[in-house]
């Protein structure tokens, strides 16, 4: 009997310490979804968009536009990016003319759309939102990555408006085929991510883990930002970010087989810049990374007056890496001056 009374005491005591346990747990989460709506609360009175909204059809995209001069630079950021990312750059562009950026729909200060994701989705609206701001042509469009891609769609669409392209380890609009099937477990890979992250920002444990952390805690193209901008992007790690991410990334492959099929301007000036450092070094395919430069390569190619560039230290965010090629290559095509013995120059 005292066995028995033993027994059953000590399993009290473990069903006691689960409980407690749980009430802890349950705690922190609600203290993270608390903090996290107090942060956003916070921020939204106190640090409003840089720029202004502006209704491209029942729903408002953020632009940012500084600097004066024509022709007007226009730069969009790859998958999950946040416009406060040109921070690095748009300073220096906008020392010689006007360089706005702009947050796709469901992206930092834009509102969501009910539209899907594609990029021919994407440049109808971005070419909405210049009309509607009266942002008039000529264009010269930087796209990274997924932004490549849609810049490059944009100057299929609308080559009379578009003086120039800059084009930052842009996704290649035949990487499925040629690239297939590591880049499309690479984009597996991202797309896990970025659920996971939903969840993990949604409980506030990416802002607290910075609150706690410091610079430590932040991804390494955050880290490489000033304070002001890392306090922005941190900011918009929310998530509908993560979920437009995801939408994004769903409807890549379409995305790119529309813009295969569409002819590219011929004469555009173009430079391509090229991460050096291997993205896919972890990939079983070790020769991911050649089939990758070569389809850069390959795009240079699209106009006569193309030319590739490989930011040797960089990896796939050469804008954070290697801001000064960028600021470079903007500053050729603007300037259309010499860009063919250029052309041969590697960083």
């Known amino acids: 009997m005292l066995l028995t009374n033993y027994s059953f005491l000590r399993l009290c005591k473990m069903e006691i310490y689960a409980v407690a346990v749980l009430i802890i747990i349950v705690l922190l989460l609600l203290t993270g979804i608390i903090y996290q709506r107090i942060s956003l609360d916070r921020e939204t009175r106190h640090d409003p968009p840089p720029g202004r909204l502006v209704?491209?059809?029942?729903?408002?995209?953020?632009?940012?536009?500084?600097?004066?001069?024509?022709?007007?630079?226009?730069?969009?950021?790859?998958?999950?990016?946040?416009?406060?990312?040109?921070?690095?750059?748009?300073?220096?562009?906008?020392?010689?003319?006007?360089?706005?950026?702009?947050?796709?729909?469901?992206?930092?200060?834009?509102?969501?759309?009910?539209?899907?994701r594609t990029s021919e989705q994407m440049v109808e609206e971005l070419h909405r939102l210049l009309t509607q701001a009266e942002i008039n042509p000529p264009y010269i469009l930087v796209g990274h990555s997924l932004g490549g891609l849609n810049m490059r769609l944009f100057a299929s669409l609308y080559p009379e408006q578009v003086a120039g392209l800059v084009l930052v380890d842009a996704v290649p609009a035949n990487v499925y085929s040629r690239l297939s099937p590591v880049f499309a477990k690479n984009m597996g890979q991202i797309?896990?991510?970025?659920?996971?992250?939903?969840?993990?920002?949604?409980?506030?444990?990416?802002?607290?883990?910075?609150?706690?952390?410091?610079?430590?805690?932040?991804?390494?193209?955050?880290?490489?930002?000033?304070p002001l901008l890392q306090n922005r992007v941190i900011s918009q790690f929310v998530p509908r970010t993560f979920q437009t991410a995801i939408a994004e990334s769903q409807l890549l492959e379409q995305s790119a087989e529309t813009v295969n099929q569409i002819q590219f301007p011929r004469d555009l000036p173009l430079v391509v810049l090229s991460q050096g450092i291997n993205m896919f070094s972890d990939s079983t395919d070790k020769k991911a990374g050649?089939?990758?430069?070569?389809?850069?390569?390959?795009?240079?190619?699209?106009?006569?007056?193309?030319?590739?560039?490989?930011?040797?230290?960089?990896?796939?965010?050469?804008?954070?890496?290697?801001p000064e090629l960028v600021v470079e290559a903007i500053k050729e095509v603007l300037t259309k001056s010499d860009i063919q013995f250029r052309c041969v120059t590697l960083r």
């Open 191 to 226: 797309r896990s991510l970025f659920g996971r992250l939903v969840w993990v920002s949604r409980l506030g444990l990416l802002r607290l883990s910075v609150q706690w952390l410091g610079s430590a805690a932040m991804p390494d193209f955050v880290r490489k930002l000033p």
């Open 55 to 116: 209704d491209v059809g029942g729903y408002k995209l953020h632009l940012n536009c500084v600097g004066q001069g024509s022709p007007t630079v226009i730069m969009d950021y790859g998958l999950g990016g946040l416009s406060p990312l040109w921070g690095l750059i748009e300073p220096q562009v906008a020392q010689w003319t006007q360089v706005c950026t702009y947050d796709r729909a469901g992206y930092g200060w834009s509102d969501p759309s009910q539209f899907p």
């Open 290 to 322: 050649l089939i990758w430069q070569e389809l850069q390569a390959e795009m240079a190619q699209l106009s006569t007056q193309g030319c590739l560039r490989i930011a040797k230290t960089s990896g796939h965010n050469i804008h954070i890496d290697q």
